[in-house]
């Protein structure tokens, strides 16, 4: 826990570099989670976790209608998606973002649809979240979740440089409060939160030599994510820089690899309010 906040520790941290990787992270793995999402009916979309807006830009992309109220407690976070939406001409007609702790939510309005997606992983107790916004969903509203299921990951070859730091890497979120296995969760979270007609579908990557072009950008992204969490790993003594560095090079050498696999399936959760 952050001692100075009382909230969790955020993995992947705050700095300029990963914020422009949230962006291209959501880029990649568009297609993945968006041709099984449906925002077609809603119209007032409240979105828990907006960060700086990468998910928030798919979504006005893709359902342009929409008119989304993000939710973060994160104030650089905030200020970086405001200069992403202004950059992109969405108004605040469009689009707002309100700087709560999505456990304890206090809305001035009512959805017919929420969005949620690679934010649960890092909340001690998500049944508070599901809970917390259940009150500003009308009835019916849909419930899109999408969450990580990390002990799915697999790569051939096995590099042990590779796998030995997304052990590291794990266990260390679970340390800090975060649930890195969520997705497989995510049906009984909802159930014990009192939302109905719950369906759950596994999606993800399944790459290897007859999908080069985009294994080789999967491997590109994934690099880029576990990196993401190296400078609290080194912050706190688990890995060394050379692990850092020999993690990075396995993962080149992967990326160049005609014969290697990527593998990895993450759990979206589809339900009504």
């Not at 979504?59 to 008119?67: A, E, G, T, Y």
């Not at 407690?73 to 200020?79: A, G, L, V």
């Not at 909340?123 to 999408?146: E, G």
């Amino acid at each position: 826990m952050d001692k100075e906040k009382g909230i969790p520790k955020y993995i992947h941290g705050y700095e300029a570099i990963e914020q422009e990787r949230l962006k291209e992270q959501a880029k990649v793995i568009e297609r993945p989670i968006y041709d099984f999402i449906d925002f077609s009916h809603v119209n007032e979309l409240l979105e828990i976790g907006s960060g700086v807006g990468a998910q928030t830009e798919v979504l006005l992309r893709r359902f342009p209608h929409l008119s989304i109220t993000g939710v973060e407690y994160e104030s650089r976070q905030i200020k970086k998606a405001k200069e992403n939406m202004d950059f992109l001409g969405h108004g605040s007609e469009k689009v707002r973002f309100i700087q709560q702790d999505a456990t304890d939510l206090q809305l001035d309005g009512t959805f017919d649809g929420v969005f949620i997606c690679w934010v649960l992983e890092h909340i001690p107790d998500p049944v508070r979240v599901l809970k917390s916004m259940k009150p500003f969903l009308k009835n019916n509203a849909v419930v899109s979740i999408t969450e990580v299921f990390n002990s799915t990951f697999y790569i051939y070859p096995y590099l042990s440089e590779v796998m030995e730091y997304w052990h590291i890497y794990n266990n260390y979120q679970v340390a800090i409060g975060g649930d890195p296995q969520v997705g497989a969760r995510l049906g009984s979270l909802l159930e014990e939160s009192g939302y109905k007609n719950i369906d759950l579908r596994s999606g993800g990557f399944h790459l290897d030599k007859r999908t080069r072009a985009e294994k080789k950008k999967v491997f590109s992204y994934w690099k880029n994510l576990i990196s993401s969490g190296a400078s609290q790993l080194l912050e706190s003594g688990l890995v060394t820089r050379e692990q850092v560095i020999a993690m990075q090079a396995g993962m080149d050498r992967l990326m160049d690899m005609p014969d290697s696999v990527f593998y990895y399936r993450f759990i979206q959760a589809t339900a009504f309010a």
